[in-house]
């Protein structure tokens, strides 16, 4: 049993003092100050990952008048799931592939649960074809396929 510690109070009047009940003296180890902070974390790290306030909603796009945020949104796939396994990288990755007539694409993740999606839809300037297919070309010689221009 650890030492307990008394705590005497001296009154105004002299010679008199109050004695208060012993507590006892509580020592804690640094292991078991670090495991209960070990502990804290994860269940901090497993509340941010299944809270619904970091849930993704919808993607937020900016810049693009013929694709909408729907189109977009299918293609990403991100709806639903938590903020912390958005990947900025792949996002970008998988709206350039699906999407050719696109370009300058930059995503923004951000807390809480904020995705914003910034790209410039290309201007065709001539369309070419061939084999029965149409193919539009930009301004800068990048050929795009008709069909994606009117994905919406």
Known sequence: MPPKRRYNVALNVPGA???LPALPVLRFSWRAVSGVMAALLLALVVYL?????Y???MV???GLQRLTENDVNTVVGLIGQSIFSANPQKIRQDLEQAFPDIKDVSVKVGLPANVVVKAKERTPVI???QGGT???ID???MAFPRAAMSAS
């Open 49 to 53: 990952w299944t809270s619904p306030k």
């Open 127 to 129: 369309v070419w074809k």
């Open 17 to 19: 003092e109050l004695h």
């Open 134 to 136: 149409d193919k539009w």
């Open 60 to 62: 937020q796009v900016v």
């Open 55 to 57: 849930r993704i909603d």
């Open 139 to 141: 301004m800068e010689g």
